[in-house]
T-cell receptor, first 115, second 116 residues
Framework: KAGVTQTPRYLIKTRGQQVTLSCSPI?????VSWYQQTPGQGLQFLFE???????NKGNFPGRFSGRQFSNSRSEMNVSTLELGDSALYLC??????????????FGPGTRLTVL | DQQVKQNSPSLSVQEGRISILNCDYT??????FLWYKKYPAEGPTFLIS?????DKNEDGRFTVFLNKSAKHLSLHIVPSQPGDSAVYFC???????????????FGKGTLLTVNP
């Protein structure tokens, strides 16, 4: 079974631009979560989608948004990029059985650099 | 406010010895805890988990211990192997009322180096 895939793997943008990152979950998985990893803050939860609906949201500004499609693929968008948005963005998918113990499987991440 | 803390940024052990990675949490609502391993240029890989109703969970060379009263958990790797060298993240989650919660709160990680 193919794992979680994320595209692109690397991205360079300039301040003020916007960016869209894509995540394809493991086949059959319906929950997709996004995380931001930075050296200073570690891994921080952005949001989680299930059946095209955002179920959970972390403490990030409204510049960070996401969506999920009917095939469970997900995108996240960051508008008006700032230098501090440079980070590794990780996507994780899980097969929700309704328990909080469902394991999340991570993709390799997209490395975003903002110049 | 960091709710999950890994106070040791790095740990170095000899091959064959025990590695003990520690994690503390402050939120008493957390009821499920996980350990992930991460190699450079890869996403975190799930290693082992424990529910708050247990105090120990074992899977091969990996054992996680949970001390709820101290809000502390630890990961033991015995015996340690050079291939275990990676960053280890502790994570915690809590159930929302009425359903599941996929929001994981992570510690900042501990870099484990296992020397041959």
């Amino acid at each position: 079974k193919a794992g979680v895939t994320q595209t692109p793997r690397y991205l360079i943008k300039t301040r003020g631009q916007q960016v869209t990152l894509s995540c394809s979950p493991i086949s059959g998985h319906r929950s997709v979560s996004w995380y931001q990893q930075t050296p200073g803050q570690g891994l921080q939860f952005l949001f989680e989608y299930f059946s095209e609906t955002q179920r959970n949201k972390g403490n990030f500004p409204g510049r960070f948004s996401g969506r999920q499609f009917s095939n469970s693929r997900s995108e996240m968008n960051v508008s008006t990029l700032e230098l501090g948005d440079s980070a590794l963005y990780l996507c994780a998918s899980s097969f929700p059985s309704g328990r909080s113990t469902d394991t999340q499987y991570f993709g390799p991440g997209t490395r975003l650099t903002v110049l | 406010d960091q709710q999950v803390k890994q106070n040791s940024p790095s740990l170095s052990v000899q091959e064959g010895r025990i590695s003990i990675l520690n994690c503390d949490y402050t939120n008493s609502m957390f009821d499920y805890f996980l350990w992930y391993k991460k190699y450079p240029a890869e996403g975190p890989t799930f290693l082992i988990s424990i529910s708050s109703i247990k105090d120990k969970n074992e899977d091969g060379r990996f054992t996680v211990f949970l001390n709820k009263s101290a809000k502390h958990l630890s990961l033991h790797i015995v015996p340690s192997q050079p291939g275990d060298s990676a960053v280890y993240f502790c994570a915690a989650s809590r159930r929302n009322s009425g359903g599941s919660n996929y929001k994981l709160t992570f510690g900042k990680g501990t870099l484990l180096t296992v020397n041959p």
